[in-house]
């Protein structure tokens, strides 16, 4: 089983760069988060989606745009990268079903560096 | 604002010594519970989670983490380590207000010595 699959897995791009990470995930969920792990903060959630075409910002939503247009995609995109978004990334989805409080499910991760 | 506050960052224990994370929460309401484990170079795994019931709860692993609603925790326990539970060790929060945003710990490293 797949589960959230991320791509790519590492990443440097230059400061005012573009890029577009790709989750995706094969488990039909609703819910769907990117986050951003740095160390000692934990996770912080960026952006999340309660269905396709439903997106909504998270805790750090500055710097970064999604689009969530079918259940399985949610694509994040950072339009002009800098050295502050160097982190790493996680996708996360879960079903929804009974609440929207179900476990989430992770991806690998994209680490990604603005140099 | 709502936080969850994990009080030790970084663990060292020896092998089959007993355990215990601090994890407090600020939210007066009802609240989801949830441990998440990170292996190094993996993703999050979930540990265990709590929604209702038995405030005692077990997870995969051996782990098992109490709620105490009066203490607005949820520790973290293990009664005997293994060199294989070295990892990073979330802990989260759902306000039931919220659409299923989990509220992240700002971690524990846990480094057990073989």
């Known amino acids: 089983n797949a589960g959230v699959t991320q791509t790519p897995k590492f990443r440097i791009l230059k400061i005012g760069q573009s890029m577009t990470l790709q989750c995706t995930q094969d488990m039909n969920h609703n819910y769907m988060y990117w986050y951003r792990q740095d160390p000692g903060m934990g996770l912080k959630l960026i952006y999340y989606s309660v269905g396709a075409g439903i997106t909504d910002k998270g805790e750090v939503p500055n710097g970064y745009n999604v689009s969530r247009s079918t259940t399985e995609d949610f694509p994040l995109r950072l339009e002009l990268a800098a050295p502050s978004q160097t982190s790493v990334y996680f996708c996360?989805?879960?079903?929804?079903?009974?609440?929207?409080?179900?476990?989430?499910?992770f991806g690998d991760g994209t680490r990604l560096s603005i140099l | 604002a709502q936080s969850v506050s994990q009080h030790n960052h970084h663990v060292i224990l020896s092998e089959a010594a007993s355990l215990e994370l601090g994890c407090n929460y600020s939210?007066?309401?009802?609240?989801?519970l949830f441990w998440y484990v990170q292996y190094p170079g993996q993703h999050l795994q979930l540990l265990l989670k709590?929604?209702?019931?038995?405030?005692l709860v077990k997870g995969i692993k051996g782990f098992e983490a109490e709620f105490i609603k009066s203490k607005f925790s949820f520790n973290l326990r293990k009664p005997s380590v293994q060199w294989s539970d070295t990892a990073e060790y979330f802990c989260?929060?759902?306000?039931?207000?919220?659409?299923?945003?989990?509220?992240f710990g700002q971690g524990t490293t846990l480094q057990v010595k073989p």
């Open positions: 996360a989805s879960s079903s929804g079903q009974g609440g929207s409080n179900q476990p989430q499910h």
């Open positions: 939210y007066g309401g009802t609240v989801n």
């Open positions: 709590y929604f209702s019931g038995d405030p």
């Open positions: 989260a929060v759902i306000p039931a207000s919220n659409t299923g945003k989990l509220i």
